[in-house]
């Protein structure tokens, strides 16, 4: 059962990393939309707006909306997956060793 479940696990994450790479990929394809930030502030094109002109959405943009929503919930899952228990970072680290105990000599009287 356990073969099983740690197979699962790393199906899961080869699933997540070819994801990413997805995303990385799309994300880099898109057209960027900063060039025309020069004619918002000043400069001609007033039929513009501030960040460039609204386009429709494309394929790009759409693959960007649904490989973003697989990243997000992905690594939510894996991160709940992935926990071996309810145990801490430190949950099998000894702590600092007490420091030895020197016996205190009783007080004498008189002295």
């Known amino acids: ?28 394809m898109q057209q960027g939309k900063g060039g025309d930030m020069a004619s918002a ?3 001609g094109g007033s039929s513009q707006t501030a960040f460039g002109a609204r386009a429709g959405a494309t394929v790009l943009t759409r693959a960007t909306t649904v490989l973003g929503a697989l990243f997000m919930i992905g690594a939510i899952f894996l991160g709940i997956y992935g926990q071996k228990g309810p145990g801490s970072v430190l949950s099998g680290v000894k702590g600092p060793a007490a420091p030895a105990q020197v016996p205190v000599a009783p007080a004498q009287p008189g002295k």
Do not use: E, K, S
């Not at 479940?5 to 790479?21: A, Q, S």
């Open 1 to 28: 059962m356990y073969n099983y479940l740690l197979m699962l696990y790393y199906l899961l994450v080869g699933l997540y990393l070819i994801v990413c790479l997805l995303l990385l990929l799309v994300v880099l």
């Open 41 to 43: 502030f000043g400069g």
